[in-house]
């Protein structure tokens, strides 16, 4: 049996949205050390990976490792019923392969129960292993106006394209352009690169994964040549959120 609790409900919100938005199914592994749930897209463009730390919860326990796959739509489904005032509280039944996402009134103690029937876990998903040279710490808020900005002009592509200490971003599609440089301290909070490094990502897959960026204030962006993008959230409760949008081809 697992059983867990959480008390931040509008910021898992968000999370479970995006992973909804990556693939159906999520593998979820509980162990000691915390929750994670992985979704790999059925075109295996885009790799979420949500890690809940045991830090994050306010109760944590389990009597053993359980690895399960639970249907994402669902999962998402039931956290929008969440609100400000509830608290999660999260059980896993191995008998009956049922997950239980409960919300508890913080005032009331008054629960709303949801029951998700699981599935056999899935072999692990791994991340990919790559050394990927441009590292960008940027405010989560001005990723999006970004993707905005080339979704504007009908782009299905936008192209990175980082230097010593900026980055640079365009898109088109006739007869528009759209271009845009973004230097350190204005708004990059930082940036990290040996500059040369450029790729393309199709940008519906940076919109599915920019969804998080309204839980979070900053993010951070690395990609190196023509290499997978991988984007991090990371989340006051010491949760992350890793995900990986392979580049554009063609």
């Known amino acids: 049996m697992l059983r867990a609790s959480h008390a931040n409900v509008s910021k898992l919100k968000y999370v479970a949205q995006t992973l909804a938005k990556v693939g159906d199914e999520a593998l979820v592994l509980a162990g000691a050390d915390g929750l994670v749930f992985k979704v790999l897209s059925p075109d295996k463009l885009i790799l979420a990976v949500f890690r809940m730390p045991l830090a994050s919860f306010e109760e944590y326990h389990l009597d053993?490792?359980?690895?399960?796959?639970?249907?994402?739509?669902?999962?998402?489904?039931?956290?929008?019923?969440?609100?400000?005032?509830d608290i999660l509280e999260?059980?896993?039944?191995?008998?009956?392969?049922?997950?239980?996402?409960?919300?508890?009134d913080k005032?009331?103690?008054?629960?709303?129960?949801?029951?998700?029937?699981?599935?056999?876990g899935l072999s692990d998903i791994p991340e990919?292993?790559?050394?990927?040279?441009?590292?960008?710490?940027m405010g989560a808020d001005d990723f999006k106006h970004i993707l905005s900005d080339a979704k504007a002009i009908g782009a299905n592509v936008i192209t990175l394209e980082a230097e010593l200490d900026a980055l640079k971003a365009y898109a088109s599609e006739e007869p528009f352009e759209y271009r845009g440089v973004f230097k350190r301290d204005s708004p990059l909070i930082d940036i990290e690169s040996p500059g040369g490094d450029k790729a393309s990502y199709l940008l519906a897959a940076l919109q599915a994964?920019?969804?998080?960026?309204?839980a979070a204030e900053q993010l951070v962006l690395e990609f190196s040549d023509?290499?997978?993008?991988?984007?991090?959230?990371?989340?006051?409760?010491?949760?992350?959120?890793?995900?990986?949008i392979a580049p554009a081809i063609g």
């Open 90 to 104: 999260i059980e896993y039944d191995p008998e009956t392969n049922i997950l239980r996402l409960i919300f508890r």
């Open 209 to 214: 994964a920019a969804k998080p960026a309204s």
């Open 107 to 120: 005032k009331t103690g008054v629960p709303r129960v949801f029951e998700i029937q699981t599935m056999p």
């Open 64 to 85: 053993e490792e359980y690895k399960f796959t639970v249907r994402t739509d669902r999962v998402s489904t039931a956290m929008k019923r969440g609100t400000r005032n």
């Open 226 to 244: 023509n290499m997978p993008m991988k984007l991090v959230y990371r989340f006051p409760g010491g949760e992350d959120l890793y995900l990986w």
């Open 128 to 137: 990919p292993k790559v050394n990927l040279t441009t590292k960008i710490l």
